[in-house]
């Protein structure tokens, strides 16, 4: 491996952390989470800084996805559509295990 080349970094547990974080407020949420990391930038491939910014569901490698999550008016981090879940998600592919906030999609693949 060559010096500054970063390789196979997991960013689950911060996807984990700011979904247990939904509701509280944005500014405590962030500041506790920009201590941990080594960079910024994966902390907004979920959360947008505002609504019409933020998409329903971000897809992270082949086959994990994860709830979008937007700064609201009051600076409270929300859920873009909550009503979305691994339920109502369907898989690509048949050979992958599809995740949606860590769980397993319910459906199956339809050819």
């Not at 994860?66 to 008016?73: I, K, M, P, T």
Request: aromatic share 10%.
């Amino acid at each position: 491996m060559r010096k500054g080349i970063q390789r196979g970094l997991d960013y689950t547990p911060l996807f984990r952390f700011l979904l247990a974080k939904v509701g509280c407020p944005w500014n405590e949420v962030h500041s506790e989470a920009v201590s941990r990391l080594d960079k910024k930038d994966p902390i907004h491939w979920l959360v947008a800084m505002d609504y019409e910014s933020a998409e329903e569901v971000i897809r992270v490698g082949e086959s994990s996805y994860f709830s979008g999550l937007y700064v609201d008016e009051k600076r409270i981090l929300r859920i873009v559509n909550p009503d979305i879940d691994e339920n109502t998600l369907e898989p690509l592919c048949k050979c992958c295990t599809h995740t949606f906030n860590g769980i397993p999609f319910t459906q199956k693949y339809d050819e």
